[in-house]
């Protein structure tokens, strides 16, 4: 194929018309596919729905402790839940907390606690002029919309393969003390699926921040979240890393079974040092009694130790790997050699981040829905919703079934090429049709 | 029965004698009994095994309206639920929003979004010098520790078989714009039992406080948990009363399923106006993508509908009024006609309140301990922990087998008993035991 920008004018016209006719005949088919949100497939659901027979009117519902899961109480969750998750998580039981349903929440709890108290005794952040993130982009949408909402500057850190640019990370965490934390998805990163290079953590747990109330926000979201069985990416545990650096207290680490049970009735987890949980506690224990210990319990029960969990974890990538083969080899097909965009190939996670040329994103996002396919909104992966470069697009593949991806991936597929043509075609003074 | 101060000193003393004698005994039975919190009993949280079995892996998991529970989204929880939560809490469906396990933490929730984003646009409580909630005493510990939490400056009110006193509530809120909220366990009240009448609620629903952002926050714990059928308490629903008052937005209502189906692992929810539902949803959006479905769906395909609730509730009732009645009828023979001690003789809830000669409370609580019976801390109903008349005494009688609770009631009032007879010979200038 030859690349958009050696064709001619009249080439490039030429396959714009072209394009736009193929165009046409998906808007005729009255698509409604969706490839917005990393929600599993109903297969995936299916796999856990063993969890819903572990625990009958029959059973016991104590703890292997004695304690009567049915009742109030334990505020840092049950022990074979923390064994479990610490197991997923890679750290010891006692540096965990099992939350509620949601690591999100969990993440929210912990900004809004530091507005309101501080960390470890240091001033309120509500009481402070200024107060920043740094965000590794393009990242997760819902991290910035947490930061936005309690009005929290954000500063867009740029994203390798290797993690984000710790040298500007080095260097702006420690000239500026209003820089309070960094939003990380260490591994299958949100969207690109890029994992920490064992550099870039290292330098992660030796940071010297100017503020002591600094934290790193380690969002290991996709933890054993694998697409291949013997091609899998690995991250230095960074408690531990932390912990031989000296700076014990530097990290939060959130987990959760959202995409390995069922989203919204998971387990979700904190794991940090003593100190933070201590001051995390402190908190806890006036918003809550305990969280759902039954809940707890099913986990424990259905899936038994890590081993049952990693197993379970082998339905969940023979299901999403195909999903992510097929995007890979439609936009490979489509948009190879025509030098109009670029995208990631993970080994496990939710997303796929593709890169089209500047200034496309936004009507490649706005084309794809018009014909029915709706996408992650485009600047979503960015801070505030802006993408400078109004080029980044995250690709979720995970929910559709096969057949609708294909159509989907094909459509976004020519999408592209008819806003690469246009943006080419726009810039040597050619008028292009507005639709 | 002689009233104590009625007695001379040497009988008193000769009485105090004997008393000892017996404390002796109960101390020689290494007892390990507990009246502190609130918790159901075993016999209780087996009523409601039957959740455990009514979803499992033959289930279609999905609701009414074709919704996956198993999967994200639906942030204002699933239609059924608001139903059946709407029937408990005696509102509009479209006025409730479903939250997590725990009504508590939507309170915690509550007031720290207060804190950090005001209410309904006004100034955040965090940037305001001075922020005061009203606290009817005795109340609940954990009200009181969320506003202390915040450094929110709370000032008593004192209750009534009636209610709290509305003439001090009105005065204050209308004078005072730095009292943005007020503690309210309407029904049943925590811990006196009382439930507020007709004209208190009329007169809730009218006040016509001087902070825009003044909201009552009617935790309705025990609305439906009668002890008796024939003779329960009713108290006029806030929300309807509000809007006929043309006070829509005044009230945030709280309640769960906590004692109903299992504490921790139940459903919890908030009831009020659409600009206050709003105004949630704002928050609740960037906090979390929504909870726990699949335990709403168990929930309503357990209870089925409100009639299925209420006849559960009957059960929970006949576990409980034999409990409740023994403690009356233990401190009536124990202490009628002695003139140092009075308690409440609720028709539902979870608690009866006793108090004790002044200056008595925190030492009958600490002799209790000697003994092996936990009782709440004295104290704890009034907030920062400080009753000042130092008579008050939460007792919870759901916890302990009636045979426990026996010795347990006994053996309180014999602390009673001792600690009054201290007091009253104290008071003579008696010298007394130091134990």
Known sequence: MKAYKDCTTEELSEILHALLAQYKEYQAKDLRLNMARGKPCVEQLDLSMGMMDVLSSDCDLQCEDGTDCRNYGVLDGIKEAKELMA?????NPDNILIYGNSSLNVMYDTISRSMTHGVMGSTPWSQLDCVKFLCPVPGYD?????????????INVPMSADGPDMDMIERLVAEDASIKGIWCVPKYSNPQGYSYSDLTVRRFARLSPAAKDFRIYWDNAYTIHHLYDDDQDHLIEILAECKRAGNSDLVYKFASTSKISFPGSCIAAIATSQNNLEDIRRQLQIQTIGHDKVNQLRHVRYFKDIHGMIEHMRHHADILRPKFELIDSILSEELDGLEIGSWTKPRGGYFISFDSLPDCAKAIVARCKKAGVEMTGAGATYPYGIDPKDSNIRIAPSYPPLRDLEIAARLFALCVKI????????ARGESVPAK
Chains 1, 2 share one sequence.
């Open 87 to 91: 197991d997923m998580m890679e750290v």
């Open 419 to 426: 806003e690469a043509a246009k943006s080419i075609l726009s």
């Open 142 to 154: 819902r991290h910035f919309a947490i930061t936005e909402y309690f009005g929290i500057e954000m």
